[in-house]
């Protein structure tokens, strides 16, 4: 499964909030949804959002096995 959880390490890395990624680069309430219950979205976004937080694609997703937690 793909999990999200580097892209909110790399917001806080990078200290940008969840308001500023709507409010200033124009990324949907929705969207943001779909990042915290870790379901898919195109690679059009992931591109979108390594652009806006200048990072690589490991920075966003990981990939991670059935049945086990990412370990932080």
């Not at 200033?24 to 870790?38: A, P, V």
């Not at 979205?41 to 059935?66: A, G, P, Q, Y």
């Amino acid at each position: 499964m793909i999990s999200y959880e580097p892209f909110y390490k790399t917001l806080k890395n990078k200290n940008i909030s969840t308001y500023k990624l709507v409010n200033q680069y124009g990324i949907s309430r929705s969207l943001l949804d779909r990042l915290k219950h870790n379901k898919p979205i195109s690679t059009v976004t992931l591109d979108d959002l390594c652009k806006i937080l200048s990072c690589r694609v490991e920075d966003v997703i990981v990939f991670v096995e059935e049945g086990q937690e990412e370990q932080s």
